[in-house]
């Protein structure tokens, strides 16, 4: 599965010794089965298979869990595995 975006910097904010980029996205291509709606968006995740990128120190890529941790809201504090 692929999603692919290409990113254009529209600001950089200095932030705690490290730089934060807001980025608009630009050039979106995304593999028809991944916007398949009766498909659960947890699957959707799960085959899309997200990264993200910690530039600090070496700048390893990370796998993103396509685990639902609750919803917009729902959260009261940090889950325990989280904190």
């Known amino acids: 599965m692929t999603a692919l975006f290409r990113l254009e910097v529209k600001k950089t904010?200095?932030?705690?010794g490290n730089t934060v980029f807001l980025c608009k996205m630009r050039?979106?291509?995304?593999?028809?089965?991944?916007?398949?709606?009766?498909?659960?968006l947890e699957e959707r995740v799960r085959m899309?298979?997200?990264v993200v990128c910690?530039?600090?120190g070496e700048g390893a890529y990370y796998p993103v869990r396509a685990e639902?941790?609750?919803t917009m809201g729902e959260w009261k504090s940090i889950p325990p595995r989280l904190a």
């Open 54 to 56: 910690l530039a600090a």
């Open 68 to 70: 639902a941790m609750g």
């Open 13 to 16: 904010i200095p932030l705690l």
């Open 27 to 40: 050039n979106t291509l995304v593999d028809k089965r991944l916007m398949d709606e009766s498909v659960p």
């Open 48 to 50: 899309a298979a997200p």
